[in-house]
């Protein structure tokens, strides 16, 4: 379309037949039957890096599809007015005219009315040339005929097949027009009285009547549900109508980049179309290029910044409009920009990075031998996606349940982090807490053979020279500069009062507890061999948790301690003075050997981690000293930093949403409680005919252990919820879940919890699930083909 050169100008577009509602499909060149359809920041680099192993240019994608495709997305189906606006003037102008006409105006608004009885009863004439054609056999037949004949014809949707019209307005003009046809070998079927549905009414303005054009980029096909008793009227300014259309009015901008047309005040590139639609109000259409669409859905579907996860939601987004493309034809539209189709918000929803990734993927879809799937994607699988038959009661090859996770051992290797330190020779459970112990002593300044310690060394009793240096580091830490480590305190009694006076410098149990305190405390087995001057002590670090009795119940306090019991009331009273200086946070996934924490700032901060490292990972109730350990992100970690500013002390405990590569999302684990009354209430419409109910068993699981059946027990019958009703019957996230009861006084179920993974259907490609798969290293390749299982990526244009 040639535009008059002016500023930032809206053109408003009137016509009965639209060029932008022609579907294009991927056809097989094994494909030569018809077949029914089915349902900026620039880039560092061109996509894909090697195109023969990422897209192929196929012989088996259909020459038709060579041009972008444009998309119809309804953005309203029932306001009552819609209102469009630019900064510039309007123009009229048809859709199939080079010839565009100024309208003294910035803003309209278009409203529903009925027709007056006048304009009811104007008729026209339909030819049908052809019915019960594919949308493909359908556009190539009106192309025939205008190249051949020279008349416009149109497409005519009718059920799931179509039929092509041409429209004249009078019994001369339909003669004419047949023996046009004839002499160029096409065959008239019928002829009928058109429908005021399909025909253009004249305006306030005879010079804002709509041109035919004979542009051969043009295909008028018209399917829009419009009403036969009801026009469209734009007001300017004032009461009086600027224009009025039983057909749609199309608006459009001269300078898109700087002045867009805008609905409702929000900006969309391409035009925006309004029509009266069979409910009384009006339908408002985006009609817009298909890269230009996904640029408004890819970060409304996946925001997160993974320029391999956002491309791979670019090639599903575009994939998915082309499967859909006609969806809802006989509305008038494509697809609905919602969650029912894909999330589009338009020009202002566009970021740089996502439209770095649509432009790095133009025209790549996926296919499945030759043809674009049904590239259906969901938020969070829990880990696994689901067979499609399952929940959808289709099954289909590429939509089936997989693992959301890289393949093999290697998964974790981008996470991981190594020490070459040597592992402590710990031969018995007890002593693993002191392995511990030991490790957070060296780091913090206390001289320990790590070369000696095992189980053996441990147990051994501790020297007088040990004892003595140890607490002449625990003084001096607590910059108590007046104390002198006693010659003997290997004993319990004696190390008790040396260490209180290591920390304390003054009598501070002597002061704080009573005799009868001292006592109360001490009644264990030996108690009483408690030597006087240092009961209160004992005393004080026992109820402190600094000391801790033998598994008979005794202290031995006349026999020397051994070394582990030494380090770990030591390490026990630096802890409960925060003198070990240790940190904690929570864990991004890891990269090169650094550690990524979680920031309140928003950024994430890293710290590197010393190759010497002490690192210990929780299992069960124990840490172990471990060689490498991966941080997958999510990870409560405590920490010791040197002086260099590097990790030299790490312990690790798994991350509550586990490794699965949508670990990402907050609905990776979720529960939910209903009591008996909600589920009846939820379930009533599903279940009909078994009384109330009193029980929900789950009776059979999916390939990913999605419930895919659920048994309801009532009080006078047992029904059956199956696939994908299952998780919209009862209101729950997913329907990846356990469940647990909860009884009442009278042993019956009062409510259920369902303990559950996801967030969606659970089919398809993981949106989260990219987003991990590209943080571990994964490309868009990669990532599409772990969910879509047998496709290849195909560059349409």
Sequence with gaps: MKFISRPAILLLVASFASSSLGLFRLASAQQQQP???????????????????VVRTSTEVDSATSNEPVMRIALSTGTSAATILTTAKLLSVSDFSDEAQPLDATRVRVESRMLSPTRLTDRAYDLELADSLIRDDAERLIESVRLTAGEEARAVADGDKWKVII?????????????KLDDAGFEVLSTKEASPV???????????????????SKLKLTSRALSSSREVIAFARGAAPTLRSSAPLVFASSDEKNSPVRFNDKPYRGRIEVFANTHGSVTVVNVIGLEDYVRGVVPNELSYPALEALKAQAIAARTYAVKNRGQFGSEGFDLLPTTRSQVYRGLSSETSLTSRAVDETRGVIATYNGEPINALYT??????????????????????GRECAAEGKSAFAPFTIRSSRDIFEIKDEQDLIYARDAALLSVTGFDLPLDKISSSWLSSHVSESEVRGWLNVLARLNRNSSFKAPDDATKAPAFASALVAAVYSDARADTLLSNADADYLLTFRDGGEVPSPNRADVAMLLRDGVLSLFADATLRPKET??????????ARMLESKNLLALQKGTTRPAASGVMMLKSNKGKDLPIAVSNRAFLFRQFGENLYQMKTIALVGGEPVTFHVDAKGEVDYLEVRPANNGAAADRFSSLSNWTAQ?????????????????????DLRIARQGTSRRVIDLEVVGTQGIAHVRGGRIRSALGLKEQLFVIDRVYDDN???????????????????????????????????QILKTYYTGIELTRMY
């Design 35 to 53: 077949s029914s359809d089915s349902k900026s920041e620039k880039a560092s680099r061109t996509w894909p890096a090697d195109s023969s192993s």
């Design 674 to 694: 209903l009591n008996l009354g909600a589920v009846q209430q939820r379930l009533g419409r599903s279940v009909r005919g078994i009384g109330a109910i009193t």
């Design 198 to 216: 399909n025909q253009p009414s004249a305006k306030t303005d005879a010079s804002q009547t709509a041109k035919a054009s004979t542009s051969p």
């Design 167 to 179: 429209t004249k307005q009078t019994r001369a003009e339909v003669e004419d027009t047949k023996a």
């Design 379 to 400: 938020s969070t699988c829990g880990g696994r996606t689901e067979d499609a038959g399952n929940i959808f009661n289709e099954d289909i090859p590429y939509l089936r």
């Design 561 to 570: 301690m051994p070394r582990a019991r030494v380090l770990h009331a030591i």
């Design 747 to 781: 042993n019956r179920v009062a409510s259920f919890i369902f303990t559950g993974r996801g967030w969606g259907h659970g089919v398809g490609m993981c949106q989260f699930g990219a987003y991990g798969l590209a943080k571990q290293g994964l490309n868009v390749e």
